[in-house]
């Protein structure tokens, strides 16, 4: 199979059939033998409903649907399971990403050797203040920490070679910094492309304020999970060892203290306290580093989902 189309959805009933038809229309003219999942995360319009008429006349298109909503990163990640292209491509189902992207993102994969192409919406239709201008710090913030250029990490139209979406697990909300976890999964050929941002035509925005405030937490996930989270103990351990070892010294330079003067005060000076403090956090982290290492070491997998069906997978 030539390519892959994973699109995870919420409440979008109004846009698939237009959608469909022009990613019908896209794979036709170019003879790519493709599948579209649409992965519904729990909707509570009639998307399922449409999904499945949808089915009934393209057997092309498949369809995931989550018992309750579990958000954008689950829905890729039961698509990128379920893929069977040698190229996957996602995006969103409100239409403001265009299909016609789709050739050249797949040559970008197969011609180019790129592991990931993700888009760049240059001109945006948002607005200004509530999605650009805290999207560029984000995006900037990303960039910093993670070492890859890219200007639109949380574009929704990327492109991967199978092995990609088969190596990584995408969890939590971590949709936004995919290409991080590519990264931190060995593959570092990660490339851009500038594509359309088009007026969203049907439905609202399903993302609130909060996303900002996840966006950030997340990358710091991101940036610990990719140095320490094989390795846990390398993170409390030198820490827990830092601590442990300033304490222990503060100890040793009051007790010396009241070795040259016995009358010395050991308890009425703040050092003291600061010792014993910080000793018992050295103890806390190097606790926190061995709990590290028995979870890594023990872990069956985070990304369980209830799906309540499934159509033509």
């Given at each position: 199979?030539?390519i892959?189309v994973?699109?995870?959805?919420?409440?979008?009933?109004e846009?698939?059939?237009?959608?469909?038809?022009?990613?019908?229309?896209?794979?036709?003219?170019?003879?790519?033998?493709?599948?579209?999942?649409?992965?519904?995360?729990?909707?509570?319009?009639?998307?399922?409903?449409?999904?499945?008429?949808?089915?009934?006349?393209?057997?092309h298109?498949?369809?995931?649907k989550?018992q309750?909503?579990?958000?954008?990163s689950?829905?890729?990640?039961?698509g990128?399971?379920a893929?069977?292209?040698?190229?996957?491509?996602?995006?969103?189902?409100?239409?403001?990403?265009?299909?016609?992207?789709?050739?050249?993102?797949?040559?970008?994969?197969?011609?180019?050797?790129?592991?990931?192409?993700?888009?760049?919406?240059?001109?945006?239709?948002?607005?200004?203040?509530?999605k650009?201008?805290?999207?560029?710090l984000?995006?900037?913030a990303?960039?910093?920490m993670?070492?890859?250029?890219?200007?639109?990490?949380?574009?929704?139209?990327?492109?991967?070679?199978?092995?990609?979406?088969?190596?990584?697990?995408?969890?939590?909300?971590?949709?936004?910094y995919?290409?991080?976890?590519?990264?931190?999964?060995?593959?570092?050929?990660i490339?851009?492309?500038?594509?359309?941002?088009?007026?969203?035509k049907?439905?609202?925005?399903?993302?609130?304020?909060?996303?900002?405030?996840?966006?950030?937490?997340?990358?710091?996930?991101?940036?610990?999970?990719?140095k320490?989270?094989?390795?846990?103990?390398?993170?409390?351990?030198?820490?827990?060892?830092?601590?442990?070892?300033?304490?222990?010294?503060?100890?040793?330079?009051?007790?010396?203290?009241?070795?040259?003067?016995?009358?010395?005060?050991?308890?009425?000076?703040?050092?003291?306290?600061?010792?014993?403090a910080?000793?018992?956090?050295?103890v806390?982290?190097?606790?926190?580093?061995?709990?590290?290492?028995?979870?890594?070491?023990?872990s069956?997998?985070?990304?369980?989902?209830?799906?309540?069906?499934?159509?033509?997978?």
């Open positions: 199979m030539d892959s994973v699109i995870p959805l919420l409440n979008e009933d846009s698939l059939p237009e959608l469909t038809a022009w990613i019908e229309r896209v794979m036709q003219e170019h003879q790519y033998s493709y599948e579209v999942i649409y992965v519904d995360d729990g909707s509570t319009d009639n998307s399922w409903s449409v999904i499945e008429e949808l089915r009934a006349k393209n057997h298109i498949k369809g995931i989550f309750r909503n579990y958000g954008k689950a829905g890729l990640n039961e990128f399971r893929a069977q292209g040698d190229v996957i491509i996602t995006m969103d189902a409100d239409l403001q990403d265009s299909p016609d992207e789709i050739p050249e993102l797949r040559r970008m994969i197969i011609e180019d050797k790129f592991d990931l192409v993700s888009g760049w919406k240059k001109k945006r239709y948002d607005n200004k203040f509530t650009n201008l805290p999207s560029k984000f995006n900037a990303a960039r910093q993670s070492g890859i250029i890219l200007h639109d990490f949380n574009c929704g139209l990327k492109s991967y070679s199978r092995k990609v979406v088969k190596s990584i697990e995408v969890y939590g909300e971590m949709h936004r995919v290409p991080v976890l590519a990264k931190w999964a060995g593959f570092r050929k490339g851009e492309k500038v594509v359309e941002h088009r007026p969203r049907y439905g609202v925005s399903k993302f609130g304020w909060d996303r900002f405030i996840n966006g950030f937490l997340d990358l710091l996930t991101i940036f610990f999970m990719g320490f989270g094989k390795r846990p103990m390398h993170f409390f351990g030198f820490w827990g060892t830092m601590s442990f070892l300033l304490g222990t010294g503060v100890s040793l330079y009051l007790f010396i203290s009241k070795l040259i003067n016995y009358e010395y005060p050991l308890t009425n000076k703040p050092g003291f306290y600061f010792a014993i910080a000793m018992l956090i050295g806390q982290l190097f606790l926190a580093g061995f709990l590290g290492e028995l979870i890594s070491r023990n069956a997998g985070r990304n369980s989902y209830l799906i309540e069906t499934k159509a033509g997978l």
